[in-house]
């Protein structure tokens, strides 16, 4: 995680890529308070098991830098087809699963978490 140091802090989201296919996904968190979480995601072929979804509590804007990714929302009849440049909010408990990653080279996100608006 990022430490806070009052300066600056700069990277590089394609930087350290692996040349291999991994076994898990790699999680990297850039910045982090209590209601938001920024990181960049690493996948290399991964996907949600079988009959899993995430529902998560907070909302989640999730962009894919490199590669490409398959995602499936719940109640929806086609899957989401996610390409470089594109992205996606996913609301607070919008239960949806990652049915497909391009392997190599390997499909780098980047996702804010944080928390939803309490109306």
């Known amino acids: 995680m990022v430490q806070q140091t009052g300066k600056p802090v700069v990277g590089n989201l394609t930087a350290g890529l692996p ?3 991994l076994r ?4 990297d968190v850039l910045h982090a308070r209590s209601n938001l979480r920024i990181e960049r995601i690493i996948s290399t072929g ?3 098991p079988e009959g899993e ?3 998560q509590d ?12 398959r995602l499936q ?17 996913l609301p607070a408990h919008c239960r949806h699963r990652v049915t497909w990653t391009r ?3 390997p499909t780098v996100w980047l996702a804010i978490h944080h928390r939803p608006d309490e109306d």
């Open 46 to 48: 991964q996907m949600t």
């Open 53 to 55: 979804w995430y529902d």
């Open 73 to 89: 929302i719940e109640g929806e009849g086609d899957e989401r087809e996610l390409g470089e440049g594109d992205w996606i909010f």
């Open 58 to 69: 907070d909302d989640e804007w999730v962009a894919v830098i490199e590669g490409s990714a």
């Open 103 to 105: 392997q190599r080279p």
């Open 24 to 27: 898990e996904e790699v999680f």
């Open 19 to 21: 040349a291999e296919i």
